[in-house]
T-cell receptor
Framework: EAGVTQSPTHLIKTRGQQATLRCSPI?????VYWYQQALGLGLQFLLW???????NRGNFPPRFSGRQFPNYSSELNVNALELEDSALYLC?????????????FGPGTRLTVT | AQTVTQSQPEMSVQEAETVTLSCTYD???????LFWYKQPPSRQMILVIR??????QNATENRFSVNFQKAAKSFSLKISDSQLGDAAMYFC???????????????FGKGTHLIIQP
């Protein structure tokens, strides 16, 4: 069974541009989560989607947005990129709304903003 | 808001020995879950073990076990018979349950870098 996949592996953008990151969950999983792992800041929760709806978001500005498609894959968009947006962005998926369901992570997208 | 604290930035252990990684958390919720994740140099986060707050019995997965002390809000990970492949960053994580205020994402500690000495 395929795990969580993310694309691209690496992404290089300049300040002010927009970045789009993609995630495909494990088959059967309806929830997708996005996390940012920035140097010195640790892992921070960004967004959670389930059944096409945004369920919760972390303490990030509105220029971080996303969506979930009918096939449960998800897209994270970061607008007006800033240098401090450089980080590893991890996507995870789980079975659904219950808090106890394990989250399985993808390999991440390394975003570099110059 | 909940917080997770890992007080050991780095730990070192001899191969085949036992090591314990510490984690404390702060929450006012009664329904929650705790997890340990491992992140090797490849950066892929791997779930190691999970504990439900309502369960008194400590979770065990092969060489990995936890000591869950709910009153003390402590959740340590014990790795027995350490192997070279255990070398990684280990993150303790908390997640509120779906009942009550609703679940959200995982809250992670800063991590403990585990070094295995051959």
């Amino acid at each position: 069974e395929a795990g969580v996949t993310q694309s691209p592996t690496h992404l290089i953008k300049t300040r002010g541009q927009q970045a789009t990151l993609r995630c495909s969950p494990i088959s059967g999983h309806t929830s997708v989560y996005w996390y940012q792992q920035a140097l010195g800041l640790g892992l921070q929760f960004l967004l959670w989607y389930d059944e096409g709806e945004e369920r919760n978001r972390g303490n990030f500005p509105p220029r971080f947005s996303g969506r979930q498609f009918p096939n449960y894959s998800s897209e994270l968009n970061v607008n007006a990129l800033e240098l401090e947006d450089s980080a590893l962005y991890l996507c995870a998926s789980s079975l659904g709304l219950a808090g106890g369901y394990e989250q399985y992570f993808g390999p991440g997208t390394r975003l570099t903003v110059t | 808001a909940q917080t997770v604290t890992q007080s050991q930035p780095e730990m070192s252990v001899q191969e085949a020995e036992t090591v314990t990684l510490s984690c404390t958390y702060d929450t006012s919720e009664s329904d929650y879950y705790l997890f340990w994740y491992k992140q090797p140099p490849s950066r892929q986060m791997i779930l190691v073990i999970r504990q439900e707050a309502y369960k008194q019995q400590n979770a065990t997965e092969n060489r990995f076990s936890v000591n869950f002390q709910k009153a003390a809000k402590s959740f340590s990970l014990k790795i027995s018979d350490s192997q070279l492949g255990d070398a990684a960053m280990y993150f303790c994580a908390y997640r509120r349950g779906y009942s009550g205020g609703g679940a959200d994402g995982l809250t992670f500690g800063k991590g403990t870098h585990l070094i295995i000495q051959p």
